[in-house]
């Protein structure tokens, strides 16, 4: 395993027995693994819901082992209502993809898009790839971190992160993909304000190279929308 996604997660699910399949990043419950596990120890038991992804109801499978199984969890909601549409095709990256919601919502609001959904989790990548064909968007790829393509960069970073890796993971997810921003580049995170949204963005804008700007771009439901911007 030599990807920063997949060590710096696997150490913490190593260290970790927890599994969230409640609302957003606050709400968990016990269980005997975490949803950033590579491969899930829960049966795979699935079953479908419809939501509601760039204003027009999906059918999408979800399962145990895969964050937020039963529903479409309350920070991706807030994120993909406040962080607005793309203006132009790209190549854009869901980070931390779980059952693919963020990568669906880009690639129906951008079908001309490329949409790389990154995860961890063998199970989740196999739902979103499941996902997409259910409902016709072709340009999502979901992968793990050692098929992402080392030299391939983003117009658009969207991610709702793992926060419950530890700050110091977190930290070092976002400093691995965060720096791949194209120049003129966005990306958007969602963090619950209780697990220190405010004090992320002064830290990315000290740690992030000359260039990057970070800021605050909505707030709803004890979330925050952070912008990253690369000029």
């Given amino acids: 395993m030599n990807s920063k996604y997949e060590s710096v997660v696997d150490s913490c699910s190593k260290r970790q027995k927890v ?5 957003g990043q606050g709400k968990q419950q016990q269980g005997n693994e975490q949803y950033f596990a590579a491969q899930p120890a829960s049966t795979d038991l699935r079953h479908q819901l419809t ?14 082992g895969v964050f937020s199984s039963h529903r479409l969890d309350l920070g991706t909601s807030v ?24 990568a669906l919502h880009l690639a129906k609001l951008s079908p001309q898009s490329t949409v790389w959904a990154l995860d961890i989790n063998e199970r989740a990548l196999d739902l979103t790839r499941q996902n997409a064909r259910i409902n016709g968007l072709s ?7 050692d098929q992402l393509p080392a030299d391939l960069t983003f117009d658009q970073i969207w991610s709702n992160p793992p926060i419950r890796v530890g700050k110091e993971a977190l930290h070092q997810l976002l400093m691995a993909y965060l720096p791949r921003l194209n120049t003129g580049g966005v990306a958007y995170l969602v963090v619950q304000r209780n697990l220190g949204s405010d ?15 970070v800021s605050k771009y909505a707030s709803s439901k004890g979330y925050r929308v952070i912008e990253v911007t690369r000029a």
């Fill in 79 to 102: 994120l993909l209502r406040h962080a607005p549409e793309p203006e132009h095709p790209g190549t854009f990256l869901d980070l931390g993809c779980g059952w693919g919601p963020i």
């Fill in 199 to 213: 004090s992320l963005i002064p830290w990315l804008q000290e740690h992030l190279p000359a260039g990057f700007e």
């Fill in 139 to 145: 340009a999502v790829r979901a992968v793990n971190a």
């Fill in 51 to 64: 939501v509601t992804l760039a204003g027009e109801p999906m059918k999408v499978e979800v399962s145990q």
């Fill in 19 to 23: 599994v969230d399949v409640g609302e």
